[in-house]
């Protein structure tokens, strides 16, 4: 029986343990094209062989830049991790400049990308990358060399017996990959993680999440280049779950639509937009349609866990799940029973009202630094609690410091940064890693998520103030997309937001306020102000009067990853939303 002790051990285990047909699965041309266990492993090995005759040594890094999941993706990190190569896996949606900043400082020898429009980014800075040797495209671009030549080169396997040498000769506390960081501030951190930490995780995550070996399919959207979605890889593959790779965010719904997964992973963003989207198709009905909708989300969000509610509860929620819900399932594919949430604190209400609707949503918290999981909850056993991030994974402590900082320790913390020992010094010291995070731990085990200690500011009046929870419950609202709270320093706390443009017109047509055509005219509606400030105001009722948000500024533009004000996993980039909009800063605090 093959052990799981290196990240290309993976594929081999689920060779032995439950093959299958649909191992990988990805979407071109219209068509779903599945890749077995049997070919997966073969192109890798093709892949290792070909890498070996293009000189691809021991520790050299290779970059994968893919804009989304697919099945060539998975072939090629197996195949350069056998040959002891490292994988630096790079967010699609980084500015060419950073794409340089990484190439440069990871000292990548080759580089693959998925499509054109990543190509045009690498070109751009390709004179500046003083290792790279070779570019190679997933998709056929003219002028690029295509992977299917590294294919070819490894078609004869002659030299098998070498990459069966450089397999033996890994170590799994070696080096693995180097993730850089999508950071809110500064250059992006190279994060090194060994096999043993990825594999460590990966094994004591698998009781926690509830699948049927080789039988449960999954969809994967969120970016691979993340450990939390690329740690999950690896964990569907040891369980033989088929990975099915969506398009693209835009395709999501018709991709789950024709996939119909059980489980897949989600960050608060998504859930934000698939509820909001119900939401407002639930207030175009009319009549006992309109009530019965409403009735039955606001029994939804009163949802508990494990009949708490009592019986009169659930056989209303019965009702409801026939009558509502269970269109809401119909329209995720119909067989989606659990989704994992991480990267950003999820709205309890999200929680309840998916739970309720039938689809558990199981949220967790991790790092990159972490490998990444470090708490999640899970439904059985009374492991489950809204409101919370769940209990610790085995083999994995938890500390809470006394300025509440979270610290961790265990196989899943990271070697280090990147030719970065003093910063590296800074945050694994005492035989724990420090996560910047604060939080508490209730007394059964359940890990709270508090603030950011980083992100926590006093006001010139001295007073403490947490921007996170502030912005957690701001963005409960349906008329706010993305809000910032400033005030570091200042008087009183306040925000900058971006108003949710599609719902606020809704709103003003129902109610017949003209808001005009552009998102300027809007921001500037009156109508519009009152009534995001009204929002504000009554969220404002569950915190301190230090630490409720004064005024408001509205803007116009759509904050993105790609215009730079919001991180890849969709947490706003403080300093650079601060630059941008300086102007409306000053105008709060009449400078």
Not at 25 to 44: P, R
Not at 174 to 195: C, E, F
Not at 527 to 537: F, Q, S, T
Request: charged share 25%; glycine share 8%; hydrophobic share 40%.
């Amino acid at each position: 029986m093959n052990t799981i002790t290196r990240l290309f051990d993976f594929p081999y285990y689920q060779l032995e343990k439950k093959p299958l047909k649909n191992a990988l699965v990805t979407k071109k041309n219209g068509k779903w094209i599945e890749t077995s266990t049997e070919e997966f492993i073969k192109k890798a090995n093709q892949i290792s062989r070909g890498l070996l005759r293009l000189g691809v040594k021991p520790n050299d890094k290779i970059a994968i830049i893919s804009s989304a999941n697919r099945t060539e993706w998975n072939i090629m990190d197996i195949g350069l991790l056998q040959i002891g190569a490292q994988s630096v896996p790079i967010y699609p949606t980084i500015s060419a400049k950073e794409y340089a900043y990484i190439f440069n400082h990871a000292e990548t020898t080759f580089c693959f990308v998925s499509d054109e429009g990543i190509l045009e980014k690498v070109n751009a800075v390709k004179h500046e990358a003083k290792t790279m040797k070779g570019i190679y495209s997933f998709d056929s671009i003219s002028g690029c060399d295509n992977w299917e030549k590294v294919l070819q080169l490894g078609e004869d396997d002659s030299n098998q017996d070498e990459v069966e040498t450089r397999k033996k000769a890994v170590n799994p506390n070696d080096l693995a990959t180097i993730i850089y960081t999508s950071g809110t501030t500064g250059t992006p951190k190279g994060v090194m993680l060994s096999h043993h930490n990825i594999v460590s995780n990966v094994l004591s995550s698998i009781p926690r999440l509830p699948l049927i070996q080789g039988e449960s399919r999954v969809i994967s959207f969120l970016p691979v280049c993340h450990i939390f979605e690329r740690m999950l890889h690896y964990l569907y593959i040891s369980q033989s779950v088929a990975i099915y790779f969506a398009e693209g965010i835009p395709e999501i719904g018709e991709n789950i639509r024709e996939t119909h997964p059980n489980l897949m992973s989600v960050v608060p963003r998504l859930l934000e937009k698939i509820h909001d989207g119900i939401i407002a198709k639930g207030t175009e009905l009319t009549g006992i349609k309109k009530r019965l909708f409403f009735w039955a989300v606001e029994l939804g969000y009163q949802w508990k866990p494990y009949g708490e509610n009592g019986w009169w509860y659930e056989t209303k929620l019965k009702i409801a799940r026939k009558l509502i819900f269970s269109k809401w399932k119909a329209a995720l594919g119909g067989s989606l029973e659990n989704m994992v949430s991480g990267s950003a604190a999820l709205q309890p209400r999200l929680t309840r009202i998916f739970c309720a609707a039938g689809m558990q949503v199981m949220e967790g918290y991790g790092l990159t630094e972490t490998s990444p999981v470090v708490t999640v909850n899970m439904y059985k056993n009374n492991m489950f609690r809204t409101g919370t991030v769940g209990k610790a994974i085995a083999d994995v402590e938890i500390k809470i410091a006394e300025d509440e900082e979270i610290l961790i320790k265990g196989p899943n913390v990271m070697l280090g940064y990147y030719k970065n020992p003093e910063l590296t010094a800074e945050v694994l010291k005492d035989g724990y890693f420090h996560t910047g995070d604060k939080g508490a731990v209730d007394n059964d085990g359940f890990l709270r998520i508090t603030g950011r200690k980083k992100e926590i500011f006093k006001t010139s009046g001295g007073k403490y103030i947490s921007p996170v929870l502030l912005e957690n419950e701001m963005k409960q609202s349906r008329f706010i997309e993305q809000i910032m709270v400033v005030g570091e320093g200042e008087k009183m706390p306040a925000a900058i937001v971006q108003p949710a443009f599609d719902f606020v017109r809704a709103w003003a047509k129902r109610h017949n306020i003209e808001v005009g055509t552009d998102n300027v005219s809007l921001i500037s509606n009156q109508n519009v102000i009152d009534r995001i400030k009204k929002e504000v105001d009554e969220k404002n009722q569950g915190f301190g009067k230090w630490e409720q948000i004064k005024v408001i500024e509205l803007t116009s533009e759509i904050w993105s990853v790609d215009n730079g004000l919001l991180t890849p996993t969709f947490k706003p980039k403080r300093k650079q939303i601060k630059e941008k909009y300086i102007a409306l800063y000053n105008d709060i605090y009449n400078k």
